[in-house]
């Protein structure tokens, strides 16, 4: 599989679908593209609601690529990169539309941070989550106020702290999936119900929804560069290198 972002216009729903060879984790070319098909879509009047996907029928994201974090060793390049996550999370935020998330496997990392800047989000029971980016030697400062946003700061802590798996039962406890399937066929019977309900809704109502939704986050902007700088920075260190490698030849050994 090649890596691609794709979109496709169905009955006033623009479905978004991404894919990476490696768990779908997202490179900095796929992640800048993905915000601004986001965006674009967003843009389209004939366009309700907007519904990301990724590839495959295992993860739905590993979050941040690690043959990409092994090659950088500048930090305008890690800030690039980093800023690319927020760039996605404020086109999820700012696009206008209503947007949906399918999770169809396990997803870590700026993968949570996605299924956080949902406005409703569906999953599978096998969809457990967990902010992992402690093991390579930073933290989850560029997806944290989206996820804080759903989870408390406290949750989001010990997530962070912990970088132990939640369940999707959990995730659904805590406000982060809407809605969770047995299997992916069940999931997607009620995807397509909800988005076809959502295809005949009132444009207006679904805008001034999604306008209220985030209401009180207008300083995620303001914290963006910070948070960005603090994952940039701890990913040029030496121990986040050694500990991105020895993940790397963990996960070939499997």
């Not at 090659?71 to 800023?83: A, C, H, M, Q, V």
């Not at 999370?89 to 941070?113: D, F, P, Y």
């Not at 800047?117 to 933290?139: M, R």
Request: hydrophobic share 40%; net charge negative; proline share 2%.
């Amino acid at each position: 599989m090649n890596e691609f972002v794709a979109s496709e216009l169905k009955n006033s729903i623009a479905e978004i679908t991404f894919g990476t060879p490696k768990s779908n984790s997202l490179p900095g070319a796929i992640l800048e593209k993905l915000a601004q098909t986001i965006l674009d879509e967003g843009a389209k009047d004939e366009v309700k609601a907007i519904l990301i996907k990724s590839e495959g029928e295992k993860a739905f994201c590993a979050g941040a690529s690690f043959d990409e974090l092994l090659e950088i060793e500048e930090l305008e390049k890690s800030t690039k990169f980093f800023g690319g996550f927020a760039k996605v999370l404020n086109a999820m935020r700012n696009c206008g539309k209503i947007v949906v998330v399918r999770v169809q496997g396990k997803t870590t990392g700026g993968g949570v941070g996605i299924a956080c800047g949902a406005d409703y989000c569906f999953a599978v029971k096998d969809a457990a989550l967990a902010l992992t980016e402690i093991n390579l030697g930073i933290g989850p400062f560029v997806i944290g106020p989206y996820v804080e946003r759903k989870i408390g700061k406290s949750q989001f802590s010990s997530m962070a702290i912990d970088a132990e798996f939640r369940s999707a039962e959990w995730a659904e406890q805590h406000n982060i999936y809407h809605s969770v399937s047995e299997n992916i066929g069940e999931m997607d019977i009620k995807l397509e119900k909800f988005m076809q309900t959502l295809a005949s809704r009132s444009s207006e109502a679904l805008a001034l929804i999604k306008k209220v939704s985030w209401e009180g986050t207008d300083h995620f902007n303001e914290l963006m560069p910070a948070r960005i700088h603090m994952s940039a920075s701890l990913i040029l260190e030496d121990s986040a290198k050694k500990s991105i490698g020895a993940i790397k030849e963990r996960l070939r050994a499997k």
